[in-house]
């Protein structure tokens, strides 16, 4: 069966801080968007190089990538995305982690940043793709049945926890550049989902949530939950 969805794992690298405030995945497309406006307002009259200008300026202003200031407490969770906390619940027999966790799920629609930071910082225990349908991001359902890509990061305390990236209705292009075995900081960026979708995050049962129903969180700067003490050595 032909995926509509794509998964992309190159060797994409985020710098420290971003040189061009714009998201390296976002380069190809503005380019696009870039040639478009050029033929708009060559060929056409004012009204298409306006729209092909207004394009342009959209498309540049969707992979913008914000610096954020990371929260300095140690057992802090941060968002991994931009967007509203559109569920958070225990679930039993975690399709990503072992057994039972609370899940946090987090709604981007097509006006937040996109891209997507380290909730904590460990060791990337595994990545695992999941084909799927292409619901609605918003609806439940897409937590186990739409297209997703899922990390699963063990802490230095011995935490174990899971964030997924889930495509959506029209987001259909998941960027992650992390392998099995990498090493990785909080907050630091990781991934994006093109034109709106969702992340869900897999935490221990004794994990302290710090978000309510309908917060809207910042990647890297808002902390969504503190891991329990007794996971720290």
Not at 87 to 95: F, L
Request: a positive charge; proline letters at 5%; aromatic letters at 8%.
């Amino acid at each position: 069966m032909k995926r509509d969805v794509k998964i992309e794992m190159k060797d994409i690298k985020w710098p420290e801080k971003a040189g061009f405030i714009i998201a390296a995945p976002g380069f190809k497309y503005i380019g696009i968007a870039g040639v478009i406006a050029a033929l708009a307002m060559g060929l056409g009259g004012a009204v298409s190089g306006g729209i092909g200008l207004g394009l342009f300026a959209f498309v540049c202003w969707f992979f913008r990538d914000p610096e954020r200031t990371i929260p300095p407490q140690s057992n802090a969770l941060v968002s991994p995305a931009d967007g509203k906390v559109i569920s958070i619940e225990t679930i039993e027999n975690s399709t990503v982690v072992s057994g039972s966790c609370i899940r946090v799920c987090i709604f981007m629609n097509v006006f937040n940043v996109h891209v997507n930071r380290v909730p904590m910082g460990g060791k990337v225990e595994k990545v695992t793709y999941f084909p799927g349908k292409f619901f609605n991001a918003s609806l439940d359902k897409a937590s186990e049945h739409n297209e997703r890509n899922a990390l699963v990061i063990k802490t230095p305390q011995g935490a174990v926890y899971g964030v997924v990236q889930i495509a959506g209705l029209i987001a259909r292009r998941i960027v992650c550049h992390i392998k099995p075995g990498d090493r990785l900081e909080r907050g630091k960026r990781y991934g994006m989902i093109r034109f709106g979708s969702r992340l869900d995050l897999h935490l221990p049962l004794n994990t302290n949530i710090a978000v309510t129903l309908g917060q809207k969180v910042s990647a890297g700067s808002s902390i969504v939950g503190y891991l329990g003490r007794e996971h720290e050595k």
